[in-house]
């Protein structure tokens, strides 16, 4: 659920979104195929929008509940940028294709710390073939968003012993980051602060010919869908001697964390840890082959969801 300037907008995100996805559960190796739904919120500035808002989000939920469930289960809903745990309960209502439930109501919960697990793992990864190991201990992380998985991102990398800066359009994420010693700088500074590594975990996008002339870290890897602007922008990263962990295999903790959960043999929490953690095996092997076919990770990851989506038959 986002605020989007037209309807067009809301479709070319939902597109670009679900084609992630598609290759997201496939280099994960998940039995799952590819989707995404949006809900295009009204503006929260508009003049009566405070008052109607929570009538009117229950009816979008509603109707977007009513919309998986004339699909039959080929798409099964989940909670995502704008929406909760709270929120699949109300889908639920409607329709019985839904995942992400709270553990009180049979469901694994809020997905975003196995997303925030995945991203850790990926970080440490790209330290290991960067600096030559995967100690967060001493190394400068710049933080942008600090949401439900960014924050998490930014207190896992304290607590392993980085010096973080962070930055979120949310003042009140100031709170978080006085909590974890970690220096608030406004959202264009992370990009360019000489760090070791840029966590993009807000909204997508922010990679493009010009902001990473800018980039002041060798390293890339964070939690939002869509970073690069265009694919091209993948090969000008790897010109400029930056290693860049392709967002759709970085973010995937959570699907993985889904996928447990429609197992038939029920959720199993330890299984889902074990499996996120297989993020960073799965680009160790990404950056290897990049490098023994000097393509970007972008290409090789590409190369691997299509080698394992054309063994599924997709």
């Not at 990398?157 to 010693?181: F, P, Q, S």
């Amino acid at each position: 659920m986002w605020h989007y300037s037209d309807a067009r907008a809301a479709v070319r995100d939902a597109l670009r979104l679900s084609q992630a996805m598609t290759f997201k559960s496939a280099v994960a190796g998940l039995p799952l195929g590819g989707g995404k739904g949006v809900i295009m919120a009204p503006d929260p500035a508009a003049a009566d929008a405070r008052h109607r808002r929570r009538g009117r989000r229950a009816d979008a939920l509603r109707d977007f509940g009513d919309t998986v469930e004339a699909l039959g289960g080929s798409y099964v809903t989940a909670e995502d940028v704008g929406t909760s745990s709270r929120d699949m309960q109300l889908i639920s209502s409607v329709t019985s294709h839904v995942t992400g439930l709270s553990r009180r109501h049979g469901g694994s919960g809020d997905p975003s710390p196995w997303t925030a697990l995945g991203v850790e793992s990926a970080i440490r990864v790209c330290c290991e073939r960067v600096f030559g190991s995967p100690s967060l201990e001493g190394r400068t992380i710049a933080i942008s968003g600090l949401g439900n998985v960014g924050g998490r991102v930014a207190t896992a990398c304290a607590k392993a012993g980085a010096t973080l800066l962070v930055t979120d359009i949310d003042a009140r994420k100031h709170a978080l980051a006085d909590g974890l010693g970690a220096r608030w700088v406004q959202p264009g500074e992370a990009l360019t602060a000489p760090v070791d590594v840029f966590v993009p975990c807000a909204l997508g996008g922010l990679l493009d010919h010009d902001s990473i002339a800018r980039l002041g870290a060798p390293i890339v890897a964070g939690a939002a869908n869509n970073q690069l602007a265009d694919d091209d922008v993948a090969t000008l990263l790897a010109a400029r001697g930056v290693l860049w962990a392709p967002d759709f295999v970085v973010n995937a903790g959570g699907i993985i964390n889904i996928s447990v959960e429609l197992e038939p043999e029920g959720y199993d929490a330890r299984r889902a840890g074990r499996l996120v953690r297989g993020i960073g095996d799965t680009l160790r092997q990404i950056f290897d082959d990049a490098a023994d076919r000097e393509v970007t990770p972008l290409d090789a990851a590409m190369v691997l969801a299509r080698r394992r989506l054309a063994e599924a038959g997709g």
